[in-house]
């Protein structure tokens, strides 16, 4: 494993909601990390967010640990769930309230 | 370097020949669309691997060429057949 997929090993499996963001937060620095920002924002489910913008290590290890070519990215207890739409989707149909609770 | 929407297309139906597709552009400037992609060789998958289905028929230009594609996957159900 390289030194990018072991510190994203890391934070993954070191955080039950962990979600993969350009910007942070509070200032969610593109429309799809917003609109993922807002869904667990609603959840009200606590969750740590990494600005891909400030590690680019990180903005371009992530892709190829996830086989997932765009950010955001949400993390649950180690797996990968998906991006803004699959989180959208899910949440729409109570999926992801169900995953989440399932964690906390 | 923005995409056509029947460049997408032809791109996913390349991939995935009974895939029914269809694109919304959203914002009107060729850059950001929503795609909704029906295909029964999505059965029995889950909603990542259905995305990753469409992102490897894009062959790489999603995140790159194609920042801002907002992407819906399903089987298709008894009322979409």
Redesign the interface.
Known sequence: MSDVNSRIDEIVKGNDVVLFMKGTALFPQCGFSSRAVAILDHLGVPFETVDVLQDQEIRQGIKGYSEWPTIPQLYVKGEFVGGSDIMMEMFESGELQQLVAAEA | MPMAAADIEALILAAIPDARVEIRDLAGDGDHYAARVVSSSFAGLS??RQ??KV?NALG?R???ELH?L???TAAPSGDEQ
Do not use: D, F, I, N
Request: a neutral charge; aromatic letters at 8%; glycine letters at 24%.
């Open positions: 909603r990542v995305h990753q992102y790489g999603m995140g790159g801002a907002q992407l819906e």
